[in-house]
């Protein structure tokens, strides 16, 4: 069996996206190990998480370095350590910048509540309720500069219930997030990916395409 690639998790808060990867990767079929996990903050459940699975874990604050730049390169220097094959950003509430994506451009994945292009951003799952949406969803992405407008890996659909709140709908949209990201990393890992222009191509290309 090939070795498996090498997956970098950075996470912000409860880190259950994280967890079904790491309960992923406890099947050596699967593909993928989760050789780090890295956070902005300390004391996330996130980073509990990871250290009860016994995989190095490490956080670095914006608060703590001078520039947000200086915070990016360190980012990118922490992770580096690790020598990831794809480095995913489960919940991870900062936007990582040039420095970060100058290294990891194109192995970076995001996964995001809502059916992109729809409601980019920190607060997919409340602004789907308030526009009205009845269909709503995840959407895994390879991360580029912008806000949640990269090329599209995997996306779920989620319909929205009459009486959901945010809370309601964002817990139905994390249960299809997880089936999407673990079906999709491990994918990724085993067959490998490429991405030409805005499609994401996982394995090998279908002869009739
Ligand atoms: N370069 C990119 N970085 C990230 C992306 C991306 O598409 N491109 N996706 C995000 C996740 N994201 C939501 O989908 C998101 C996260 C955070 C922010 C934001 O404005 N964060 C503030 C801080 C807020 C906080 O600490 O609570 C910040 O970065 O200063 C917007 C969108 C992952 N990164
Ligand atoms: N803009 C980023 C964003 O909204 N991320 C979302 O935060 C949740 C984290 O859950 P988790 O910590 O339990 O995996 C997930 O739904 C993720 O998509």
Redesign the pocket.
Known sequence: MPEPAAVVVL?????????ALIDACADPAYGARVVAVGADREGI??LARAERAGIPTFALSVKDFETREEWDAALAGAVAAYDPDIVV?????KLVGSTFLGVYGGKVV????ALSPSF??????ADALAYGVKVTG?TLFVVDPGV?TGPIVAQRAVEVAPDDTVESL?ER??VA??GMLVDSIGAMAREGFVVEGRRVRIGRLDPLD
């Open positions: 996470v912000s808060g409860s880190g259950t996206n994280l967890q459940e996130g950003l489960a919940g991870f509430m995001n996964t995001h509540p980019p951003g920190m607060h997919g799952p995840a949640d964002h949209i994390k997030e997880r």
